[in-house]
């Protein structure tokens, strides 16, 4: 590999826009925001849409669950693994809302590995979701 590589996983969603699923520089594995849609559809796991396309109701465990396992995919796919997350950027769309099933689901997901982690509110995401997650890993 050279020192900053583009990878991509055949397991998560496909970007929804022009960016790779992770960069590689030295050592380091650098995510792309990562949500809970799944590869090769539109669906989103936990979440009702109506007509216009606009959230009618959602679940915040099944997001949270479909998030952690894409980022699995992604850095499985790209030569590293999760007990080698070393920080998470998250951001949420309902802070006062999620945040508490949110944060009991990263503890059993994150229960062997302690990252360094930064929570976000902010108003929306590029797609109807109500999570996503940037995460940097090391890589052998």
Request: net charge negative.
């Amino acid at each position: 590999m050279s020192t900053s590589d583009k990878l991509n996983s055949s397991r998560a969603p496909e970007p929804v826009g022009l960016y790779p699923h992770a960069r590689r520089v030295g050592n380091l594995l650098f995510l792309s925001g990562v949500g809970p849609r799944e590869r090769g559809t539109k669906k989103i796991p936990g979440v009702e849409l109506n007509e216009q396309g606009e959230i009618t109701s959602y679940d915040i465990e099944t997001q949270c669950r479909s998030v952690f396992n894409n980022i699995r995919f992604i850095l499985e796919d790209c030569g590293s693994s999760w007990d080698k997350i070393v920080d998470v950027t998250v951001f949420l769309t309902n802070m006062k809302a999620d945040f508490p099933t949110y944060n009991r689901i990263y503890a059993e997901f994150f229960k062997d590995n302690l990252p360094c982690r930064t929570t976000i509110e902010i108003n929306c995401l590029p797609t109807p979701i109500a999570i996503e997650l940037k995460v940097i890993a090391t890589i052998d």
